[in-house]
T-cell receptor, first 114, second 108 residues
């Protein structure tokens, strides 16, 4: 079974631009969660999608948004990029996303904002 | 909101040593996750446990629900175990709260 894939793997943007990251979950997994990892804040939950609906949301500004498609693939978008958005963005998939099952992580997208 | 604390923050061990990493949380939970992150960023889920003890190869994870504490043990440590180990608890559904991580370095 193929693992979780994320594209692109690396991205360089400038302040004020917007960016879209993509995540393809493991086949059959309906829950996709997104995380941000920075040296200062560590790993933080961004949001979770299940059956094309945002089910949980972390404490991030509205510039961070996402969506999920009918095939469970998910995208996250960051608008009006700030220097502090430089981070590793990880997505993880699981079957139903109840917090009591293993989450399978993708390799991440490393975003640098200049 | 659940607060998750890990100790130690950094750990250096000699190959073959027994290693323990601790994780405490403030609010009762249904499950706890142990994750491993190698340089380069990839994260692997090691364990998800809600009670007792689980073992996988040289790795053992235990949890004490009453004391709100979990430990990850590595027996006969090896340089390839060098990584960051992170514990996480679900705040609601799949919304995980993470510890700051323990950086482990095993020297040969």
């Amino acid at each position: 079974k193929a693992g979780v894939t994320q594209t692109p793997r690396y991205l360089i943007k400038t302040r004020g631009q917007q960016v879209t990251l993509s995540c393809s979950p493991i086949s059959g997994h309906r829950s996709v969660s997104w995380y941000q990892q920075t040296p200062g804040q560590g790993l933080q939950f961004l949001f979770e999608y299940f059956s094309e609906t945002q089910r949980n949301k972390g404490n991030f500004p509205g510039r961070f948004s996402g969506r999920q498609f009918s095939n469970s693939r998910s995208e996250m978008n960051v608008s009006t990029l700030e220097l502090g958005d430089s981070a590793l963005y990880l997505c993880a998939s699981s079957l139903v996303g109840d917090g009591q099952e293993t989450q399978y992580f993708g390799p991440g997208t490393r975003l640098l904002v200049l | 909101k659940n607060e998750v604390e890990q100790s130690p923050q950094n750990l250096t061990a000699q190959e073959g040593e027994f290693i323990t990493i601790n994780c405490s949380y403030s609010v009762g939970i249904s499950a706890l996750h142990w994750l491993q992150q190698h340089p380069g960023g990839g994260i692997v889920s090691l364990f998800m446990l809600s009670s007792g003890k689980k073992k996988h190869g040289r790795l053992i994870a235990t949890i004490n629900i009453q004391e709100k504490h979990s430990s990850l043990h590595i027996t006969a440590s090896h340089p390839r175990d060098s990584a960051v180990y992170i514990c996480a608890v679900p705040e609601y559904g799949n919304k995980l709260v993470f510890g700051a991580g323990t950086i482990l370095r095993v020297k040969s």
